[in-house]
């Protein structure tokens, strides 16, 4: 298992330039980003104990990582083209969803907010330079202040990850990190939208809280590669090579 929290951030800067241009990396971040080089790649992220709670029973998820394990967020997110969270990790921690402990640009925000129901004033739509989009469905308000409202048809309220995914590279995004919370990563994951999965487990036994993946009974075992962020512990999971273990 590599240790990246002893080269913490040996040759970073580099990283994001050069993933773009599709460049091999410099060491240590070949193994862990590599698999980020094509130009459309999805990769879904969520940070949870070994108890498999992806946030505190009040909904706080930004206790459970350590800082090696919130720097790795930061450096996916300046790696993609954008950034995809839903409507509930907005109101559970109104998060920034910049770049802002790494170096590196900032992706576009998108928020699957549906119904139309998040506030204005929520951070992941602040005015600081980024594009942000709203999916929703089809006849949802508007939000004022440059956001780009994309809607989308829904099947009883839900919009197809794959119909997102569309949309969003029909506008030149095709790097995208779906970084939560619980039913946008198991959604986009049950629809076979993700390439990858970057499962950052923490030495926590939280016993109650928030649940991570929430999916159909399956049984597929992944190829997977291991990291050692800090006390954390980095799977990260190849989607597209794995095969059913249900027998
Ligand atoms: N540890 C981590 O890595 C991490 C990361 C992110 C979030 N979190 C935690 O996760 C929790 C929130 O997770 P969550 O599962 O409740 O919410 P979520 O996945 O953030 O948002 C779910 C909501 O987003 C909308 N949505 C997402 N995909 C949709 C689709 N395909 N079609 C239609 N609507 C869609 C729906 O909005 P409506 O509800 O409006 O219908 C849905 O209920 C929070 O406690 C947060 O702290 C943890």
Known sequence: MQDLAVDADQGWNEVPHLIRCGRTLGDPWESLFGPLRPSSVVVGQLGQSL??????EPGQSTLINCPEGIAHLHRLRALVDAVVVGAGTVRADDPQLTVRRVAG???VRVVIDPRGTLPAESRAFAADGVHRI?????QCRSIDGGIEMIALPDTDGRIEPSAILDALQDRGLRRILVEGGAHTVSTFLSAGCLDRLHLTVAPMILGAGVTGLDLPPTALRVPMRAH???SDVLFDCDLRSGESAGR
């Open 51 to 56: 108890d498999g709670r992806i946030a505190t």
């Open 134 to 138: 709203v999916i929703t469905r089809q």
């Open 228 to 230: 050692t962020l800090g």
């Open 105 to 107: 640009p900032n992706p």
